[in-house]
């Protein structure tokens, strides 16, 4: 079966970087685009990031433009989140997402002095 598995969340202080990373596999992780989610509590689910099957384009939510980065790897089934200069409103779940419906368990990232 899909499964999506991420990593690399965790406390950091404002100002500092977090790379986190999905593990995708049960299906043909190349011709899929893949999306990067956050929910923080009490709000709503949001797309952060989106990456084409190829990589060859991405789109950011206006929030984290110019801080993160997204990309992807085809020869390992994995897609990375770079979050540089981290806010304490960037603190949320953050979810792997691919077409149709398919998520990942979700890590937490923690944006605190």
């Known amino acids: 079966q899909v499964q999506l598995v991420e990593s690399g969340g965790g406390l950091v202080q404002p100002g500092g970087s977090l790379r986190l990373s999905c593990k995708v596999s049960g299906l043909t992780f190349s011709l899929y685009p893949m999306n990067w989610y956050r929910q923080a509590p009490g709000k709503e689910r949001e797309l952060v990031a989106s990456?084409?099957?190829?990589?060859?384009?991405?789109n950011y939510a206006t929030s984290v433009k110019g801080r993160f980065i997204i990309s992807r790897d085809n020869a390992k089934n994995t897609v990375d989140l770079q979050m540089n200069s981290l806010k304490p409103e960037d603190t949320a779940v953050y979810y792997c997402?691919?077409?149709?419906?398919?998520w990942g368990q979700g890590t937490q990232v923690t944006v605190s002095s």
């Open positions: 997402n691919t077409w149709p419906a398919y």
């Open positions: 990456i084409a099957s190829t990589g060859s384009s991405t």
